[in-house]
């Protein structure tokens, strides 16, 4: 079971949702919460230290994390860029209508995980 709700889904929405689009949260809060455990294997663990004063993942911004990457896709399910109807023309932003449930690299960033090169210096030894 994800950690975040349809309801947390529905209050970041900021509209009512229908029992179809609930069933498609449902659904697909279940499938990021498998994609977060697949780069943060531990993440039930890290979730446990936090509540216990440790450091790890505040339960909260996984809910902010998987709540938002559903929304982006229940605002706009099929992915669409832009839509028109006689002289009335609408546009997605191109990063946030993908059709396809993503995890932000700032999103990723939230919950510790870092990704993308390192430049490791090593120090160079100094004469005593």
Partial sequence: MAYATSEDVV?????????????????????VERMIKRVI?????????????????????????????????ARNPEGYLSESDGSYTYQFRHDLSTGSLTILPNEWWTLG?????????PNPEVPA
């Fill in 11 to 31: 209050a970041r929405w900021a509209k009512q949702a229908t029992p179809e689009e609930v069933a498609l949260i449902d659904v697909r809060l279940e499938d």
């Fill in 41 to 73: 294997t531990d993440l039930d663990d890290q979730i446990a230290a936090f509540d216990n004063g440790d450091p790890g993942i505040n339960v909260e911004d996984v809910k902010q994390v998987e709540s938002d990457a559903v929304l982006r896709l």
């Fill in 113 to 121: 995980v870092s990704r993308g090169f390192k430049l490791i210096i």
